[in-house]
C-alpha cells in the first residue's frame, strides 16, 4: 500500500551510533533503528528507539574531554583525542584503552 501511494521505506541494518550537533550541544543516540524514507521526491531519515543521552557545546567538550583524557591517561592531548574518536567519544574507554596501550 505504501508504495502505491508514492511511499518507499528502506531499513538502514547495524547502525551503531547516531550523532546530531549543533552549535549549543550534542545529541548521541546509541544502537538506533534507522530507516529511510522516501516520499514524492523527499528523503527522511527516521531515527527511533536506541539510548539517547545530550551534551554540550561538540567543539569544547571534545576539547575539555581530550584534556581530562590526557592527564588520566598521562599522554598527550592528540593521543587522547584520538583515543576519543576510537571509543566513541566514552572517556572511560578512552582512558582504558591508552592505559592497555602503554602496558603493551
Same mark, same amino acid.
Given at each position: 500500500?505504501? %508504495?502505491?501511494?508514492?511511499?518507499?521505506?528502506? %531499513? @538502514?541494518? !547495524? &547502525? /551503531?551510533? +547516531?550523532?546530531?550537533?549543533?552549535?549549543?550541544?550534542?545529541? &548521541?543516540? !546509541?544502537?538506533?533503528?534507522? *530507516? @529511510?524514507?522516501?516520499? %514524492?521526491?523527499?528523503? &527522511?531519515?527516521?531515527?527511533?528507539?536506541? /539510548?539517547?543521552?545530550?551534551?554540550?557545546? $561538540?567543539?569544547? /567538550?571534545?576539547? !575539555?574531554?581530550?584534556?581530562? +583524557? $590526557?592527564?588520566? $591517561?598521562?599522554?598527550?592531548?592528540?593521543?587522547?583525542?584520538? *583515543?576519543?574518536?576510537?571509543?566513541?567519544? !566514552?572517556? $572511560? %574507554? *578512552?582512558? @582504558?584503552?591508552?592505559?592497555?596501550?602503554? /602496558?603493551?
Amino acid at each position: 500500500m505504501m %508504495q502505491r501511494m508514492g511511499m518507499q521505506v528502506k %531499513q @538502514i541494518d !547495524d &547502525v /551503531t551510533r +547516531v550523532v546530531i550537533e549543533s552549535a549549543s550541544k550534542r545529541i &548521541v543516540i !546509541d544502537r538506533p533503528e534507522v *530507516a @529511510i524514507v522516501t516520499v %514524492q521526491g523527499q528523503t &527522511v531519515y527516521q531515527v527511533g528507539g536506541g /539510548t539517547a543521552r545530550e551534551e554540550g557545546p $561538540a567543539g569544547a /567538550t571534545s576539547q !575539555d574531554d581530550a584534556k581530562l +583524557v $590526557a592527564s588520566q $591517561a598521562g599522554v598527550s592531548t592528540e593521543e587522547a583525542a584520538k *583515543a576519543l574518536q576510537q571509543s566513541g567519544g !566514552d572517556l $572511560a %574507554q *578512552a582512558i @582504558i584503552l591508552l592505559k592497555q596501550k602503554k /602496558t603493551s
